[in-house]
C-alpha cells in the first residue's frame, strides 16, 4: 500500500522560500514517479513537477520553472520553492504513480497535502 506524507508547509512572506518534503512508502521505485500538485483557493489542482525513478530530467510547469526544483534523499522527494509569491498560496499534494499519469494530473495515490501561504 503506497503511503505519502507531506510536511514543511507554513507562512512565508513574499520572495521567501520553503522546503516541502514528501516521505513515501510502498511505491514501485523502479516503475513510478512522484510528483508535486498545488489547489490554489477556487481553483482546481495543478500539476507542479514529478521526479521519475526510470531517469530523464524532472518535469516542470511553466509557472513554477526557474523557481522551483524537485529532488529526492533516499524515500524523501522534496520541493524547493524560491521566490514566493501569493499566487503560490494553496494546499500542496504530493503524488505518485506512472511518470505519464502523475504529469497529466491523474496519478494513483495522494498525500493528505498541507498548507503554504504566501502574505505579508
Known amino acids: 500500500q503506497v503511503q505519502l506524507v507531506e510536511s514543511g508547509g507554513g507562512l512565508v512572506q513574499p520572495g521567501g522560500s520553503l522546503r516541502l518534503s514528501c516521505t513515501f512508502s510502498g511505491v514501485a521505485v523502479s516503475t513510478y514517479a512522484v510528483g508535486w500538485f498545488r489547489q490554489a483557493p477556487g481553483k482546481e489542482r495543478e500539476f507542479l513537477a514529478a521526479?521519475?525513478?526510470?531517469?530523464?530530467n524532472p518535469d516542470y510547469a511553466d509557472s513554477v520553472k526557474g523557481r522551483f526544483t524537485i529532488d529526492r534523499v533516499a524515500n524523501t522527494v522534496q520541493l524547493q520553492m524560491n521566490s514566493l509569491k501569493p499566487e503560490d498560496t494553496g494546499i500542496y499534494y504530493c503524488?505518485?504513480?506512472?511518470?505519464?499519469?502523475?504529469?497529466?494530473?491523474?496519478?494513483?495515490?495522494w498525500g493528505q497535502g498541507t498548507q503554504v501561504t504566501v502574505s505579508s
Open positions: 503524488a505518485s504513480g506512472p511518470r505519464k499519469m502523475v504529469v497529466a494530473g491523474t496519478p494513483s495515490s
Open positions: 521526479l521519475s525513478w526510470t531517469g530523464g
